[in-house]
């Protein structure tokens, strides 16, 4: 269950945008990219996320068509208006950001969104959006036009989660999208309690980004955290930071082990994968399929990155 939304979800959901988009970064046509989310539908991915920004929605509604009641939607609407800085302060107006979800309705070919977020909101941006935004979504989900609220934080700007803290003192999110991995599982402390109090759904956003999809770059980036004192040094090997991932009775990959330390988190509800070929899906849902990591592995991540919260693994 999706929080107190009351949708039964599946823990493997379909990102479609990150890196990939579907493979549309790398060169895939638009029917290639359908047939990349239909082969995720087949395979059991019940929830797909996506965003006016990603230019995927046209994607995942000719995807979706004919199985839409199969399907929970959710997609994103940035807070600012289009060209300008993410990070400013020069705001979409609650009449742009309806016009927007009419927009995004058309382009997903639904008569309704079954969660909206406000996209990638700063902690600086968080009061405008409870002002001004927050009405025109409960106007939009009183027309039947959208189910339920979401929110997402910007986790490569915000990796202590202040905005998302701030946020879940209110009571207007459904859901909520947070950075989540091993090198940074700082929203265990400050988001997840808040939202199982709450019974607020999560997404999981970052489970493995650049740093975790090759061993060499994240453990060059363990390297980086000791130097900067954020892990103590005699709590890894300095030779093979995370060799011990690579054990055989662990996991076989850093992504596998990467993906199976946020499914089996208490509170975190939907893993987000984003994919560009129909194999790298398979291997990603087969990774999250998988049971939890050993506890003496789940230990020593915590000794090691417990009090981490600088970095985002992108």
Not at 37 to 64: F, H, M, N, Q, W
Not at 231 to 243: F, K, N, Q, T, Y
Request: include cysteine; charge should be negative.
């Amino acid at each position: 269950m999706l929080g107190r939304t009351g949708l039964e979800v599946g823990v493997a959901g379909l990102g479609c945008g990150g890196h990939s988009r579907l493979g549309q970064s790398y060169g895939r046509s638009f029917d290639q990219s359908v047939a990349l989310v239909r082969t995720a539908i087949d395979a059991g991915v019940t929830l797909i996320d996506t965003a006016a920004a990603y230019g995927t929605e046209e994607i995942v509604g000719d995807a979706v068509r004919g199985r839409r009641g199969d399907i929970v939607l959710s997609t994103k609407l940035g807070i600012v208006a289009p060209g300008t800085s993410p990070l400013g302060a020069d705001y979409r107006t609650a009449e742009d950001l309806i016009g927007s979800t009419e927009d995004s309705l058309r382009r997903l070919g639904t008569d309704h969104i079954d969660i909206l977020h406000l996209h990638g909101v700063m902690p600086g941006q968080y009061g405008y959006c409870r002002s001004e935004l927050v009405p025109a979504l409960v106007k939009l989900r009183e027309e039947g036009k959208i189910r339920y609220l979401g929110l997402t934080e910007r986790f490569i700007h915000d990796t202590r989660h202040t905005m998302l803290a701030n946020a879940l003192q209110d009571d207007h999110w459904d859901v909520v999208m947070t950075g989540f991995n091993f090198l940074n599982p700082s929203a265990r402390k400050s988001v997840l309690p808040l939202t199982r109090e709450k019974g607020v759904g999560t997404l999981v956003m970052f489970a493995v980004r650049r740093a975790l999809g090759s061993q060499h770059v994240a453990e060059d980036i363990v390297r980086e955290l000791i130097s900067a004192g954020d892990i103590e040094h005699h709590a890894v090997d300095p030779g093979s930071p995370l060799g011990f991932l690579l054990d055989p009775a662990v996991s076989s990959s850093i992504i596998e082990a990467a993906y199976r330390f946020c499914r089996h988190e208490p509170g975190l509800d939907v893993v987000l994968t984003g994919t560009g070929s129909e194999d790298h899906l398979r291997e990603n849902l087969d990774a999250l399929a998988l049971p939890a990591l050993p506890p003496d592995a789940l230990e020593r991540l915590e000794r090691i990155f417990g009090n981490v919260d600088s970095v985002s693994g992108n």
